[in-house]
T-cell receptor, first 115, second 110 residues
Framework: DGGITQSPKYLFRKEGQNVTLSCEQN?????MYWYRQDPGQGLRLIYY???????QKGDIAEGYSVSREKKESFPLTVTSAQKNPTAFYLC??????????????FGDGTRLSIL | EDQVTQSPEALRLQEGESSSLNCSYT??????LFWYRQDPGKGPEFLFT???AGEEKEKERLKATLTKKESFLHITAPKPEDSATYLC???????????FGQGTRLTINP
């Protein structure tokens, strides 16, 4: 079945540590996105990538970094500069180059907590 | 500024009691409005896309409608398994991104 796989499901970070969240898709989608979800809030965009080797900052990029070396993969690193990293992180993908907006398809998320 | 507001924040209904969720938006150029369902600890699941005022989409007990300023998600004779958070999002022209509302947490009591 085609879909988006996020791993791990749960992740714990120590002070001063960088951690990387994995996102893989087999939908042959061009565009991939990372969102952060906090309780009672909507999804906020961290980074997005329209094509391989290119990505743009979203609304809350500070303290995060990404790479897009392969079409299928878009890992997110939460750096030690992100002082409040505890949240639910969601990865999404969609087709690009369409005249009308296309629905984004989501993985099942990674919950990051501070030790 | 592009903005999406959902109401109410939370809604409790009895099984079989029909109601509607609201999503109002202020965006510079709408290129699609999307409804998602999200269960606890899971990613959002896509439900509907609406592109123009007057458009309607249906799926089982759910029906989504769109006007120039808002969208409604009508739920008819809901069952406990319809309990979830329902998210609304708009795709904004030129922005290459979705803008999400904060969601409505729906609980259906048996």
């Amino acid at each position: 079945d085609g879909g988006i796989t996020q791993s791990p499901k749960y992740l714990f970070r120590k002070e001063g540590q960088n951690v990387t969240l994995s996102c893989e898709q087999n939908l042959n989608h061009d565009a991939m996105y990372w969102y952060r979800q906090d309780p009672g809030q909507g999804l906020r965009l961290i980074y997005y990538s329209q094509i391989v080797n290119d990505f743009q900052k979203g609304d809350i990029a500070e303290g995060y970094s990404v790479s897009r070396e392969k079409k299928e993969s878009f890992p997110l690193t939460v750096t030690s500069a992100q002082k409040n990293p505890t949240a639910f992180y969601l990865c999404a993908s969609t087709l690009r180059g369409q005249l009308r907006g296309q629905p984004q398809h989501f993985g099942d998320g990674t919950r990051l907590s501070i030790l | 500024e592009d903005q999406v507001t959902q109401s109410p924040e939370a809604l409790r209904l009895q099984e079989g009691e029909s109601s509607s969720l609201n999503c109002s938006y202020t965006v510079s150029g709408l290129r699609g409005l999307f409804w998602y369902r999200q269960d606890p600890g899971k990613g959002p699941e896509f439900l509907f896309t609406l592109y123009s005022a007057g458009e309607e989409k249906e799926k089982e007990r759910l029906k989504a409608t769109l006007t120039k300023k808002e969208s409604f998600l009508h739920i008819t004779a809901p069952k406990p398994e319809d309990s979830a958070t329902y998210l609304c999002a708009v795709w904004v022209q030129g922005a290459q991104k979705l803008v999400f509302g904060q969601g409505t947490r729906l609980t259906i009591n048996p």
